[in-house]
């Protein structure tokens, strides 16, 4: 993952939804496709200064790559800060 400009490792724990665009309803879902939108859990192999992208849009956002080619296959937009 990159957050800023710096490098870490990180996984998604669990999918929690994903949005219907639609109607803009969430649904329980176990895996996103390719240009969904969801909500998910994400850890971090080390803590991170992060605060929500609704306050912060720098510190409130983080790409995710894939480490086997190195290819953006996502973006995380921060809802809540627990730090």
Known sequence: MRHGNRWLQGRITAIE???DITTLAAH???ALAVNDIGEVVVETQQPLPIESFASDR???ALLVVDPATNRTSG???VSESLG
């Open 28 to 30: 329980a879902a176990v």
């Open 75 to 77: 973006t995380l937009l």
């Open 17 to 19: 939804s994903r949005l």
């Open 58 to 60: 720098v510190a409130g």
